[in-house]
């Protein structure tokens, strides 16, 4: 059977495949806003990104993977896992302790350890002040999501990279910006441009507040179909979560028996009321 390599560094980013594409049901408020409030917004969480990349480099989690493939029946044809303890050496640099990694049985794409890796660095696709000149972004109205009120904008890039002179990757979807924190707490989209024998998925990203300062991600998760343009497509499920995060250095606690799979309807943890 044919195998096409899947970058899996597209998976983990932070709605759209033309914009509004990728945009489901939900109960969004058009709401009137000013530019110069957007543009001030815009900046605001642009710059707690780069905060929230330089914190993430000093805590320890736990990051538990899962990709399947899966045939025209609804079965599951193959299973790729891997779960894992994202340490810190002792001179800051992280590393990876393998728990859990049995033999993959995916034979339709090919997923080298590399794409593996960039899972553990939870979102390599940047909407920090220094890449945000790149994208274009759009206030769609505001969304109350359990506890939290949310601002909802659509990111696109301004223009999409030549796929055969650069390997720059960039983020095309939709996002939720908590409006107190003014952090990101969920985002839906997708790696682009795509090229010949390369696809990404649909992913969407759910949040937690850590430390009652940091927004770092819990849980992502994608139901997609690949579709190559040879005509040859593949229809893959992906859950990926994160938790147990601790600043600073610590040993591996193995889990008997590693949750699979997260609540039935995950929500951004809303940040610890001040006293």
Known sequence: MKRTRIVLFGLLVLCFSAIGAFAQESKIVKTAMSQAEIDRIVRTFTTKEAEFRSALTEYVFYRNAKIQTIGMGGQVTGVYQRDSFMALSEQGVRAEKILYFPIPTIKELIITPEDVDNLGSINPFALEPAKAALYNFTFVGKEKIDELDLYVFDVAPKVLPDPKKSKELLF????????????????????????????????????????????????????????????????????????????????????????????????????????
């Not at 696809?199 to 998760?221: C, D, I, L, Q």
């Open 172 to 275: 095309l979807g939709r996002i939720w910006v908590d409006d107190e924190d003014l952090q990101i707490v969920k985002s839906k989209g997708k790696a682009v441009p795509e090229g010949k024998n390369t696809r990404y998925p649909v992913v969407e990203t759910w949040r937690e507040n850590v430390g009652g300062k940091y927004w770092f991600p819990s849980y992502a998760s994608s139901d997609d179909e690949l579709v190559f343009d040879s005509g040859f497509a593949v229809k893959l499920k992906m859950r990926v979560s994160y938790k147990d995060y601790t600043q600073g250095k610590s040993e591996v606690r193995i889990l008997d028996d590693p949750e699979e799979t997260p609540p039935t309807s995950p929500t951004p943890t809303p940040t610890p009321k001040k006293p």
